[in-house]
């Protein structure tokens, strides 16, 4: 295999491994042009500060074209990716065709609502700006009309929370809206009972934060339950007819608010060959070049690389995707020189969740810690992780600021959300 220095590299999806290959290219012998539908990039991991009013969405997200200003071999464009034809090197997309040299899918995840499906309408989600803003918008929506119906009729459903799913999102979600409801609420609503407001959390699984230690997922319930969270371990939910959340062992839920963190799964393009998915996961080999290609890759939440190792692929993390990211360049790099490539080897850093102030669970390689140094710890990492220097100040000042006053810019409702009938 080899590649010509004016050969063109097409990276489709703006998420954290197709940022980060983009950015491994720079100075590099090849063209390099980005697709995705929204022209920034949001960090993730903290959308949930969005919909909760921790931040503001320019916090976290940052315009494509600024992060690559002094890339010269790199080009973007804004356009949602149809399908890909592998025998013309070409893909469809709603500003049209373009043809690429190497293709390098990094589409990452949507919701998996399993089944859910029919439903989905009816459920709040998190996987992106526009969906964290119309989460703020609905509670507070729905706190108007509780306040204003409180004396004529029961006012429970417009209360009550629900979060179903006790993965890093859910948590730090409940975490979040706990600490909203003791130190925001009260002060906005102060002729609103807001005992009467439940926050509910069920986990199908018996524990919460499976991914990480035993350790960790205990404190972490310890934690939300202290922040008065309700907590509901091998609670399977069964169904929502959206007012009533009903659970596999008969029991129900009345909430107008259900909000759905129970899992994702990945989002690939149409059009490639046979045998190259496993489920909605495109299959790639150790070089994260995807099974029955020559010319095609994929990275991150998209790709799973089956081992003996890890039999169902790399858990969907960011780091994942960006240790690939770089080290997938490098190797298309290398086959310019005919030079043999490197294999990928994930190394594994930590993880972490938050739950509330000076509430934090980090799970390093060789060490576990929980609490505050662990709450200053997760948000160091998660300032320095965002794309430029202007979110990193903005994201600090209004962490401070919150920390001091005990106090989020949560009340405004510039855009109101209705779900769809």
Not at 361 to 383: C, E, N, R, S
Not at 412 to 419: A, C, E, M, T, V
Request: glycine residues 8%.
């Amino acid at each position: 295999m080899n590649i010509e220095a004016t050969s063109k590299i097409v990276i489709v999806g703006a998420g954290f491994g197709g940022i980060t290959i983009a950015k491994t290219f720079k100075n590099k012998p090849v063209e390099v042009l980005l697709i995705d539908q929204h022209n920034y990039h949001n960090f993730q991991p903290l959308m949930y500060q969005i919909a909760t009013g921790g931040l503001e969405p320019d916090s976290i997200a940052y315009p494509v074209r600024r992060i690559f200003r002094n890339q010269k071999n790199f080009s973007f464009r804004m356009a949602k990716v149809e399908n890909v034809s592998i025998d013309t090197q070409t893909l469809q997309t709603s500003i049209g065709p373009i043809s690429y040299d190497y293709l390098v899918i990094a589409t990452g995840s949507t919701n998996n609502f399993f089944n859910f499906e029919p439903v989905k309408d009816k459920l709040l989600t998190l996987k992106s700006i526009p969906d964290a803003l119309n989460m703020r918008s609905y509670i507070y929506q729905n706190l108007e009309k509780a306040l204003a119906h409180q004396n004529d009729q029961s006012i429970d459903d417009l209360m009550n929370i629900a979060i179903v799913g006790g993965g890093p999102a859910g948590i730090e979600l409940a975490g979040a809206l706990a600490e909203m409801k003791h130190f925001v609420l009260p002060k906005d609503f102060p002729d609103l009972d807001m005992s009467k407001m439940q926050i509910n959390l069920y986990e199908a699984a018996p524990e919460l934060l499976s991914a990480m230690s035993e350790a960790s997922s205990t404190k972490t319930l310890l934690y939300l339950r202290e922040l008065g969270v309700n907590v509901h371990l091998n609670a399977k939910v069964n169904g929502y007819d959206g007012k009533i959340l009903t659970l596999a062992d008969g029991t129900n839920f009345t909430t107008d608010t259900v909000i759905w963190t129970a899992g994702v799964k990945a989002a690939p393009i149409n059009g490639l060959p046979e045998g190259a998915l496993a489920g909605n996961r495109i299959l790639v080999d150790g070089y994260n070049q995807v099974k029955n290609t020559k010319n095609i890759f994929a990275i991150g939440d998209v790709a799973s690389c089956v081992t003996a190792e890890n039999p169902k692929g790399l858990p969907m993390l960011a780091p994942i995707a960006q240790q690939q990211g770089k080290l997938l360049a490098n190797n298309i790099v290398k086959l310019t020189t005919q030079q043999p490539m490197q294999p990928f080897k994930y190394k594994n850093k930590g993880v972490m969740a938050t739950i509330g102030r000076k509430k934090a669970v980090v799970d390093l390689p060789k060490w576990k810690f929980q609490g505050t140094f662990a709450w200053l710890v997760w948000m160091f990492i998660h300032i320095m992780s965002l794309v430029g220097f202007r979110n990193k100040i903005m994201a600090f000042y209004d962490w401070m600021a919150n920390y001091l006053t005990y106090d989020k810019p949560l009340g405004l409702i510039i855009r109101p959300y209705k779900r769809k009938e």
